[in-house]
T-cell receptor, first 115, second 111 residues
Framework: ETGVTQTPRHLVMGMTNKKSLKCEQH?????MYWYKQSAKKPLELMFV???????ENNSVPSRFSPECPNSSHLFLHLHTLQPEDSALYLC??????????????FGPGTRLTVL | SQKIEQNSEALNIQEGKTATLTCNYT??????LQWYRQDPGRGPVFLLL?????KEKRKERLKVTFDTTLKQSLFHITASQPADSATYLC??????????FGPGTRLSVLP
């Protein structure tokens, strides 16, 4: 297992629910990321945080709301999701943002199912 | 338009053979290319990185090549084992931009 943890590992929610995904990295990294992985599609970058500041939002619907209270923690708040939002949500961290030689360390992911 | 393709969605090979996975890209000028392994229901795990000025990189049974003229990277696993069965992702890093991942190739090594 890597130094990035995610909870919960599995989540089933209705379209009217509000839930949050949590990510924690124990690596002392400065950049954290949320990715969405749907079946048979490439990883989609959703949000990027560098030193707790959101630096990128890749046209993600407002029903996904990220929060980065400090450089070790990252949340993804979910509300009024759609069934097509069902996917594996992955958190990752790297030493710095936009450093191509940096390795991205991924958490195990949260398998989200929206009913 | 920019595109990353990995040779096939799935690849089956016999144990002991060399597996060769391909990553092709168009309209990118990557400074680095990385390969990751992903097991079902898990996050990707970093394997190897190769820079634009490097032709080849090796790590144990793994070898990566990078041809910026062909816009292609090849990922080889020699003496493959059933434990090598997983999905393998290539990721491009362009200066000043975030990583972009390919769709992955699911490798099955048959005993």
């Amino acid at each position: 297992e890597t130094g990035v943890t995610q909870t919960p590992r599995h989540l089933v929610m209705g379209m009217t629910n509000k839930k949050s995904l949590k990510c924690e990295q124990h690596l002392g990294h400065n950049a954290m990321y949320w990715y969405k992985q749907s079946a048979k599609k490439p990883l989609e970058l959703m949000f990027v945080y560098s030193l707790e500041e959101r630096v990128e939002n890749n046209s993600v619907p407002s029903r996904f709301s990220p929060e980065c209270p400090n450089s070790s923690h990252l949340f993804l708040h979910l509300h009024t999701l759609q069934p097509e939002d069902s996917a594996l949500y992955l958190c990752a961290s790297s030493q710095e943002r936009l450093a191509g030689a940096d390795t991205q360390y991924f958490g195990p992911g949260t398998r989200l199912t929206v009913l | 338009s920019q595109k990353i393709e990995q040779n096939s969605e799935a690849l089956n090979i016999q144990e002991g053979k060399t597996a060769t996975l391909t990553c092709n890209y168009t309209n990118y000028s990557p400074a680095y290319l990385q390969w990751y392994r992903q097991d079902p229901g898990r996050g990707p795990v970093f394997l190897l990185l190769i820079r634009e000025n490097e032709k080849e990189k090796r790590k144990e049974r793994l070898k990566v090549t990078f041809d910026t003229t062909l816009k292609q990277s090849l990922f080889h696993i020699t003496a493959s084992q059933p434990a090598d069965s997983a999905t393998y992702l290539c990721a491009l890093a362009v200066y000043g931009q975030n990583f972009v991942f390919g769709p992955g190739t699911r490798l099955s090594v048959l005993p």
